[in-house]
């Protein structure tokens, strides 16, 4: 489920999406990462941080 809770003049959305396990959404986060802010919860932001940090040390 996805709801729109926040619509700003200058096109930008504050959305809240519910989902039962956190691989449910990571490849639509990645692929939005530059677009985006994570907000909440902290530990799927540590979760992201830490697959980012595992891509930059195998460059």
């Given at each position: 489920m996805q709801k729109i809770l926040?619509?700003?003049k200058n096109?930008?959305?504050?959305?809240?999406t519910c989902?039962?396990?956190y691989r449910?959404?990571?490849p639509t986060v990645l692929s939005w990462l530059e677009h985006i802010t994570l907000v909440e919860p902290e530990d799927f932001?540590?979760?992201?941080k830490d697959i980012l940090g595992q891509a930059i040390r195998r460059l």
């Open positions: 926040k619509k700003q096109g930008e959305i504050l959305v809240e989902i039962s396990n449910e959404i990571i932001k540590t979760l992201i």
